[in-house]
Structures are given as structure tokens and as C-alpha cells.
T-cell receptor, first 111, second 116 residues
Framework: ELKVEQNPLFLSMQEGKNYTIYCNYSTTSDRLYWYRQDPGKSLESLFVLLSNGAVKQEGRLMASLDTKARLSTLHITAAVHDLSATYFC???????????FGEGTQLTVNP | AAGVIQSPRHLIKEKRETATLKCYPIPRHDTVYWYQQGPGQDPQFLISFYEKMQSDKGSIPDRFSAQQFSDYHSELNMSSLELGDSALYFC???????????????FGPGTRLTVL
């Protein structure tokens, strides 16, 4: 059974600081996704990572994938309040297309 | 751009009642997924359909059933509702012909189901 673990689960940081969220998964995968969710809202797709060494950046967020270590990171640069949300990584197994989500990281950026 | 549409957005039911949730995927998307998200939890996969056929089944209770229709919209039918069924129910759609670099499940706004 595929297991996906994120850490930290809660992250409170000051504006302007940098931080990294980690996502580990237990079996081989051909796609890893990062989603953002605001309270009570839908899940917004941020990144899809396909291959080992893949790196994608959008604004202050950068995601990377190490398939050998089964690890993905979401790096936040110079955080701003608008980034406050819950961030989920989700893994798609090679045998199907369902997504298995991590527990989510609730990020709060304080002024 | 068109997004996934779900209806209703909010639903309040009593225990043992039934509920039907509807999902209209993004045009030309051929795969629909249903996920359940409890309070403070991550989304859990329930069931998926590809070209109107069930393609995968997850932790969906036997009291729930779903189908995808000829116009690709999908309905999740829930019977004998329990308090624990209270959750956000998301539908997501995916275009099977999308290139891998953009192969993403796009989520709808969700239906918030409250069982009293």
C-alpha cells in the first residue's frame, strides 16, 4: 500500500523567510503533484513532477523530485502572507491514476 | 477556462437519508475521480471512471454508488447516510490525451455534505 508522508504538518513562518516542506512516499511512482488548498476551498494544482531531478518554479515556490530517494520538496522563498494555505503532495502510482495524498502542511505566514 | 462543476455546493441531510452529488468535468476530459475529505484530513480516493466505465475503486462504502453518463458527467449516490459521512466531496477530472508534463487532475469546488 502506498504511503505518503509530509513534514512538517504545521509551519508558522515570518514574511521574508525561506522554508522547505518535505514529501516522502513508499513505492514507485510516475507522477508527483503539489496542490494548494485554502480553508474550505478546492485544491489548486501547483506542480506536476515526472522524472528524477525534475525542478519546477512558479513565483516564490519551487518543487523538486528525487525518485531514487522517493522524496519531493516544496521550497518557499521570501514568504508572503498570501502563501498561507495548506499544501498537499500527492502521488500517482505507476499501476493506475488515483492520487494518494500526504497529510498536508498547514502553512501560516505572519507579517 | 472552463472548470469542473459540482452541485449542489452544500447539502444538509438527516441520518439514514440519501444524497446525490453531481459532477460535470472539464469539456473533453474523459476521466472523473471522486474524493472524500474529512475535516482536517487529506482527500481520500473513492472511485473513478474512464469513458463511462469504472476504472478504479478505493475506500468507497458499499452504501455509495457512482456512475458516469454518456455526456461524461458523473453522479455519486449515497444511501443510509451516517454522521461520519459528513465531509467535503470533491470531483476531479483529467484529460487522458494530455501530455505527461501537464497531466493533472483538476478539482471542482466540492460539495459540503453535513449529516445531522
Amino acid at each position: 500500500e502506498l504511503k505518503v508522508e509530509q513534514n512538517p504538518l504545521f509551519l508558522s513562518m515570518q514574511e521574508g523567510k525561506n522554508y522547505t516542506i518535505y514529501c516522502n512516499y513508499s513505492t514507485t511512482s510516475d507522477r508527483l503533484y503539489w496542490y494548494r488548498q485554502d480553508p474550505g476551498k478546492s485544491l489548486e494544482s501547483l506542480f506536476v513532477l515526472l522524472s528524477n531531478g525534475a525542478v519546477k518554479q512558479e513565483g516564490r515556490l519551487m518543487a523538486s523530485l528525487d525518485t531514487k530517494a522517493r522524496l519531493s520538496t516544496l521550497h518557499i522563498t521570501a514568504a508572503v502572507h498570501d502563501l498561507s494555505a495548506t499544501y498537499f503532495c500527492a502521488v500517482r502510482e505507476t499501476s493506475g491514476s488515483r492520487l494518494t495524498f500526504g497529510e498536508g502542511t498547514q502553512l501560516t505566514v505572519n507579517p | 477556462a472552463a472548470g469542473v462543476i459540482q452541485s449542489p455546493r452544500h447539502l444538509i441531510k438527516e441520518k439514514r437519508e440519501t444524497a446525490t452529488l453531481k459532477c460535470y468535468p472539464i469539456p473533453r476530459h474523459d476521466t472523473v475521480y471522486w474524493y472524500q475529505q474529512g475535516p482536517g484530513q487529506d482527500p481520500q480516493f473513492l472511485i473513478s471512471f474512464y469513458e463511462k466505465m469504472q476504472s478504479d475503486k478505493g475506500s468507497i462504502p458499499d452504501r455509495f454508488s457512482a456512475q458516469q453518463f454518456s455526456d461524461y458527467h458523473s453522479e455519486l449516490n449515497m444511501s443510509s447516510l451516517e454522521l461520519g459521512d459528513s465531509a467535503l466531496y470533491f470531483c476531479a477530472s483529467r484529460g487522458g490525451k494530455a501530455p505527461p508534463s501537464t497531466d493533472t487532475q483538476y478539482f471542482g469546488p466540492g460539495t459540503r455534505l453535513t449529516v445531522l
